[in-house]
């Protein structure tokens, strides 16, 4: 994770102490971080050889597995908290993966770039994929399989029974609760069974 702001806004949500599994945790800074400040313990879980070395070579355990086998391989609430971080938009089975989230974790949080932001709805009305800092690849090389927005994240949650404990947006660090649909680049939901 490549932005400290949006990673301590995250870190915040995770209780001191918690038992975490990092879902597409790419070089392990987010799970190094929750272990260095706030006393978590967990594991990532990364496909991308590179970003395997990385997490191995920041002390944080790593699993390496493509998410879109399902995580059968973990009980019901193994964990505290699971992570799903800039994940969710890469995911072929994405419905799947938010019921594994809360199956296998207490709570799930999930962010994701909102791609109702308005200055992405700008780049669309005139004619253009946008490419923004939450969205940096032009659209024939993009690694994101599908988009969402923060209001679609809420209907989703709840076609799948998931109950959402809170949601809001974060823009440049700072929490927006006030339309965060429109004014926010990040979508952040918490969710529980």
Known sequence: MSDPHLMLALAN????????????????????????????????????DANVLACVKRGVNVLQLNLDEGLSMFADASFDVVL??????????????????????????VAFPNFAHWPNRLSVLQGRMPVTKRLPYQWFDTPNIRVGTHADMGVLAARNGLRVQDSFGLQDGQV???????????SVYKLSR
């Open 13 to 48: 949500l995770v209780p001191e102490g918690a038992r975490v599994l990092d879902l597409g945790c790419g070089d392990g800074a987010m799970l190094a971080h929750l272990q260095n400040s706030r006393g978590c313990t967990g594991y990532g879980v990364e496909i991308a």
């Open 84 to 109: 799903q971080i800039d994940t969710f938009q890469h995911l072929r089975n994405a419905e799947v993966m938010l019921r594994e989230t809360v199956r296998v974790g207490r709570m799930g949080v």
């Open 176 to 186: 927006v609760r006030w339309l965060p649909n429109w004014r926010a680049g990040t």
